[in-house]
């Protein structure tokens, strides 16, 4: 078995693949069924295992994702299922889900935006004791995905447009905590041939400029949070500059912060909603 997968190795190598000693023990573990940890102790493949393992070999050498191939994807102490039509989550999103929940009180309301597989909304519900929490995803693909993921879990699936104000309109002024990572790729920005081909367009890609959809989410958010509550958004390592500078253009956050991720790229900004409700100012009725 071992040597099958030194074999592998050298496919997914020579077919380009950044990662082929990883994927080819993932692969070899999905096909055992044992965690990846203890394929060194594991029984050897079957005759039909390895014609299953050469098979899913050539399909990650061809470019399929890993994940897509073992069908779930790793999200802090989660294991979430994914395929095609939902965006597989991204070891830097865990850094923006770990922010939302350090900073958590007790029993908060929160909000995912653009959930897509569900992994912070899932990632909340599993580590704040006592959070009630709701999944915002537009895509049909990806809600079956997202659907199937929060099955059990308590968290409460919703099928709507992120930056529609009549999404969630009951929660507005009562949530403690909104996240998102929405689609922030400028149009026609170049993008690894694996994101080209196996994740959704309208999970990667927003607008011109990238910030199609951080633009009203932005103003949704806003809108959701108490005063006091707590935005953060995931965006484009181009956007380190703009996404603040649209968060204290609205004039309703403060606090606004930029964090890098583990590399040192800008990747998600933060903010806290100001106290004063209204457009940037107290209006007379929060003045009373
Ligand atoms: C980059 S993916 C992120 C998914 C998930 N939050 C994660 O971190 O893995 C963006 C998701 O936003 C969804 N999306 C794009 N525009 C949206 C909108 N206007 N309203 C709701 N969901 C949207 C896409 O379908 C996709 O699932």
């Known amino acids: 078995m071992l040597h099958a997968v030194s074999s592998a190795t050298i496919t997914l190598t020579d077919a380009g693949l950044p990662s082929a000693r990883v994927d080819a023990e993932l692969l070899a573990a999905h096909v055992l069924d044992v965690p990846r940890g203890q394929l060194a102790i594991a029984a050897g493949f079957t005759s039909e295992q390895l014609t299953a393992y050469r098979s899913l070999v050539a399909r990650r050498a061809a470019g399929e994702p890993v994940q ?11 294991e979430l299922a994914v395929g095609p039509g939902v965006f597989v989550p991204r070891p830097e999103t865990e850094l923006l889900a770990g922010w939302g929940i350090q900073g958590s009180g007790p029993a908060p309301v929160v909000v995912d935006l653009c959930s897509g597989s569900g992994a912070i909304a899932l990632a909340v519900a599993q580590e704040v004791p006592g959070a009630t929490v709701y999944a915002v995803e537009r895509s ?11 099955s059990g879990t308590g968290v409460t699936v919703v099928a709507g447009d992120a930056s529609d104000p009549a999404v969630l309109a009951e929660l507005d002024g009562r949530v403690d905590l909104v996240l998102c990572n929405p689609p922030y790729v400028p149009a026609g920005a170049p993008v690894p041939a694996d994101v080209a081909d196996h994740d959704p367009e309208d999970a990667v890609f927003a607008g011109p400029d990238g910030l199609a959809v951080i633009r009203p989410v932005i103003a949704r958010a806003a809108a959701l949070l108490r005063g006091g509550g707590r935005f953060g958004v995931e965006h484009d390592d181009t956007h380190g500059d703009a996404v603040p ?11 606004v912060m930029d964090h890098q991720d583990l590399a040192g790229r800008p990747r998600f900004a933060t903010a806290s909603r100001s106290l004063a409700i209204g457009h940037g100012r107290l209006t007379p009725r929060d003045a009373l």
């Open 68 to 78: 897509h191939l073992i069908g779930s994807a790793p999200f802090r102490y989660l």
């Open 140 to 150: 049909p693909a990806a809600l079956e995905w997202l659907r199937r993921n929060a």
């Open 245 to 255: 500078a649209l968060l204290r253009a609205d004039g309703r956050f403060t606090e």
